[in-house]
C-alpha cells in the first residue's frame, strides 16, 4: 500500500536554528498538508498546499515556517529560526483530487529544540 | 466544546467488549473522518462519513452521523488487544484541499 514517507523520524536541534523537514507524499496525489501535535494535545493543522501553492495555512503558520516542493517528489517544511515552542511530532499528509478517502500521513518527525 | 471533541477521553474495557467513542462538532461538514493513533506513531486514516450518509461500516468498524446534532459515533465491535490506541475524529468542511480539524481524542485500552 502507499505510504507517505517522512525524514528524519526524530531531530534535534538548538533555538534559533533552521530545520527542514522532509516529505514524500504518495505520488498520484495533488494535495499536500503539514500538522502538528505538541505532546499530549491535538493536532492541529498548518498548512495546505495544491498546484504549487499555499492553499491554506493557520494562525500558527507565521513567517518562520515555509514550504516547497523543490522537485516532483519532495515536500518540505523549513522553520527558520527554531523557538522552543516548535517542539512537536510534524505530520506530512496528503490525498488525491476527491479527498474521499481521507488522508494519507506519514509516521512523523519529532522536532526537539532544546 | 470545540470542534470535533471526542469523548469519553479515555475508555478502558475487556477484550471482546465493545467499544463506542463519540465526537461532536459545531460548524457545518463536508465530512468527518476518523484516525487511530498508536502511542508515539502516525495518524491511520480509519473511515470517512459524508455529510449526506448517516452510517457506514468497514470491517469491524461503525460509523454514525447525526448532522442534526453535530455529531459522530465511532463503534468497534469484538475489540482486540490490537485495537489499544487513541482514536481521533476529524471534520472537513469542503470538498479537495481541505483542513482537517481535530479533536483531542479518546484513548482506548483494551485488556487482555
Known amino acids: 500500500e502507499p505510504e507517505v514517507t517522512q525524514t528524519p523520524s526524530h531531530q534535534v536541534t538548538q533555538m534559533g536554528q533552521e530545520v527542514i523537514l522532509r516529505c514524500v507524499p504518495i505520488s498520484n496525489h495533488l494535495y499536500f498538508y503539514w500538522y502538528r501535535q505538541i505532546l499530549g494535545q491535538k493536532v492541529e493543522f498548518l498548512v495546505s498546499?495544491?498546484?504549487?501553492?499555499?492553499?491554506?495555512k493557520s494562525e500558527i503558520f507565521d513567517d518562520q515556517f515555509s514550504v516547497e516542493r523543490p522537485d516532483g517528489s519532495n515536500f518540505t517544511l523549513k522553520i527558520r529560526s527554531t523557538k522552543l515552542e516548535d517542539s512537536a511530532m510534524y505530520f506530512c499528509a496528503s490525498s488525491d483530487r476527491t479527498g474521499r478517502y481521507g488522508y494519507t500521513f506519514g509516521s512523523g518527525t519529532r522536532l526537539t529544540v532544546v | 466544546s470545540q470542534q470535533g471533541e471526542e469523548d469519553p477521553q479515555a475508555l478502558s474495557i475487556q477484550e471482546g467488549e465493545n467499544a463506542t467513542m463519540n465526537c461532536s462538532y459545531k460548524t457545518s461538514i463536508n465530512n468527518l473522518q476518523w484516525y487511530r493513533q498508536n502511542s508515539g506513531r502516525g495518524l491511520v486514516h480509519l473511515i470517512l462519513?459524508?455529510?449526506?450518509?448517516r452510517e457506514k461500516h468497514s470491517g469491524r468498524l461503525r460509523v454514525t452521523l447525526d448532522t442534526s446534532k453535530k455529531s459522530s459515533s465511532l463503534l468497534i465491535t469484538a475489540s482486540r488487544a490490537a485495537d489499544t490506541a487513541s482514536y481521533f475524529c476529524a471534520t472537513g468542511s469542503i470538498q479537495g484541499a481541505q483542513k482537517l480539524v481535530f479533536g483531542q481524542g479518546t484513548r482506548l485500552t483494551i485488556n487482555p
Open positions: 498546499f495544491y498546484n504549487n501553492e499555499i492553499s491554506e
Open positions: 462519513i459524508r455529510s449526506n450518509e
